[in-house]
């Protein structure tokens, strides 16, 4: 699932970013940490079921949730991450960070006994090689974002080998500028400096890493799974060492092969359970425990408003590093109009939706709450809760629809316009049973109102591949949710914005958001903030559909496992098992 870059409403992190940790575990207990004899015992293997296979572990063009997820057990960041209802940050390959009194410059001295697993020291000469290929049009990063708002040439500049200073253009919120600096892992210059930056997403590190945090990958057969061991030069804090002998991830891309392979002990690891599943296994397989990571994980129905023939045409006749004018492409013969995009919203029973995809029979819980924005309800204060959701109302999307023009001419039962069908092909990823039904019950409700849907499932990497490419009618996809304010990447126009799947475009909102990323007053930016939700929500790209708890099983034999909002292996180097329950001696 790609991820996405969202807000933040906390001050600058001075403590441990696990001092306030309130997410799930199966700790033994706060203050319970193993002893050295348990520690000095067997280690363990943990076997993790994955959707699909990783595209590729180069940061500045990773845009998955499951690259990143690999990257921050693999890497460590310029400053560690922490999380409290906003993002918190302290020292991690850097010695110390300051800020000017204005602001606009800030200041990091690295620590000088870091080095890469292949043991090349890492110096400040790595950061600003990251940043350089993060602002390389050749690359097309989606991180591009990042050094909108950096001094040109001093984003950062390098005061010596392990000094640097990054400077802003105006300052402002400064866990924002503190995140524009350290969420992407970084890059050794000594091994990419040579590449093709222009072919840089296929390049071979992408699957062979040269890393610097806890763990390395041994093993990686595509599409089958991906070892990752202790990293022999891990040179950070003996607390941070792993205590696992080994992780492995399989490549299991059927939700029932999973299930399965969870049941007969296989894996000890699978990730969005559907909530039938996850009922039934907390009564049958009690060495399972069943976590909930919270809400930052979103489904979302997309509409493409541009043609996706005109698009791709007129994309590539531009010239390299040009970028495209929207304007100039033909609107989608479909959902160009943010009328036909309501009167879709409307003909789509949530409620239904939600109670049967994530609803529990055992205690009717339903695991999902309605999205209105893509800010996640875990972002305390940004989430504007004022805007009122377009109800379910299929009478009135047929009477919009019929007022522009479809009606069933021909009595087959579907509306038609100037001889051609309302039809079009809902597209979504394969191996994920929650947004396959999705699918078939939003067919049901557009067949309700004579709109006839036809149905892809494509594979993972292909069907992102297509939604960066815009070349898809409509789509089922989902967040994994950002902890950050910058919306640019998501809502900004502009044809760099990659993660801008629907190629939505509304000058109000570039300003609030342009406005928000400058503003330095959290609560200010807040407010900017919630009125770019409104606007999007009232132009419809998306029919924003639910925000939903990810439902996680782990066998109850790992330790200090925390399954966070951050990431659901997060600090996994801190994972451990007692002796006595170690399953995997070899």
Not at 513 to 530: H, S
């Amino acid at each position: 699932m790609p991820i996405l870059f969202l807000t933040l409403l906390a001050c600058a992190g001075t403590s441990d970013p696990g001092a306030n940790w309130t997410g799930p575990t199966t700790s033994q207990g706060a203050g319970n940490e193993p002893t050295q004899a348990e520690l000095g015992g067997p280690a363990d293997t943990l076997v993790v079921a994955l959707l699909a296979d990783v595209g590729t572990l180069l940061p500045v063009v990773s845009t998955t949730a499951t690259e990143f997820d690999f990257l921050y057990n693999l890497n460590r960041l310029l400053l560690a991450r922490g999380f409290d209802c906003g993002m918190a940050y302290t020292p991690d390959l850097v010695e110390s960070y300051a800020f000017n009194e204005e602001s606009t410059v800030l200041t990091m001295t690295l620590k000088d006994d870091v080095v890469w697993s292949d043991g090349t020291p890492l110096t400040a000469h790595d950061v600003a090689f990251t940043y350089e290929l993060i602002g390389d049009p050749l690359v097309a990063s989606p991180r591009l974002d990042y050094i909108k708002k950096m001094v040109p040439g001093k984003a950062p500049e390098v005061l010596g080998d392990h000094e640097l200073a990054w400077h802003f253009t105006s300052p402002y919120n400064q866990i924002i500028q503190l995140s524009h600096t350290t969420l992407a892992p970084l890059l050794p210059k000594h091994a990419l400096q040579d590449a093709d930056r222009a072919t840089l997403r296929g390049h071979a590190f992408g699957r062979a890493p040269i890393t610097t945090g806890p763990w390395r990958i041994e093993e990686w057969n595509p599409n089958e799974k991906i070892v990752l061991v202790p990293n022999p030069s891990w040179q950070g804090p003996d607390e941070d060492r792993p205590r696992l002998k080994r992780a492995v991830f399989k490549i299991l891309p059927e939700y029932a092969t999973r299930l399965v392979e969870l049941e007969n002990g296989s894996i000890d690891m699978a990730t969005s359970l559907q909530v039938e599943d996850a009922d039934r296994l907390r009564i049958e397989r009690p060495e399972l425990e069943i976590i909930s990571r919270g809400w930052r994980a979103t489904d979302f129905l997309t509409w493409n408003r541009l043609d996706p023939a005109d698009y791709n045409a007129k994309k590539k006749a531009q010239p390299s590093g040009v970028e495209l004018d929207w304007d100039t492409v033909k609107p989608h013969p479909l959902f160009g109009d943010k009328r036909v995009r309501i009167a879709m919203s409307k003909a789509i029973d949530l409620d239904k939706l939600m109670r049967d995809l994530m609803g529990s029979r055992e205690t009717g819980t339903v695991h999902a709450r309605r999205a209105v924005s893509t800010l996640t309800p875990e972002l305390c204060g940004a989430m504007n809760q004022d805007i009122q959701p377009i109800p379910f109302d299929p009478a009135g999307a047929r009477k919009d629809l019929e007022g522009l023009g479809w009606s069933d001419s021909d009595g087959d039962g579907w509306l038609d316009k100037g001889g051609e069908r309302f039809e079009f092909f809902l597209r979504t990823n394969s191996g994920n049973p929650r947004r396959a039904k999705a699918a078939i019950l939003i067919q049901s409700f557009l067949a309700d109102i004579g709109v006839k849907v036809e149905i892809e499932r494509i594979e993972a990497n292909t069907f992102f591949a297509g939604l960066r490419k815009k070349d898809y009618d409509a789509a089922i996809s989902g967040w994994s949710a950002g902890l950050y304010a910058d919306m640019g990447p998501l809502w900004h126009s502009g044809d760099r914005n990659l993660l801008n799947y629907t190629s939505y475009d509304n000058p109000q909102v570039d300003a609030l958001i342009d406005a928000a990323n400058i503003e330095p007053d959290p609560e200010k930016n807040a407010e900017l903030l919630r009125q770019a939700q409104a606007l999007i929500y009232a132009d419809q790209p998306y029919t924003f559909l639910y925000w939903r708890e990810e439902l996680i099983a782990l066998d109850k034999r790992f330790k200090d496992a925390k399954v966070s909002v951050l990431n659901p292996y997060h600090e996994l180097s801190t994972w451990w098992v007692p002796p006595t329950e170690v399953k995997y001696e070899h």
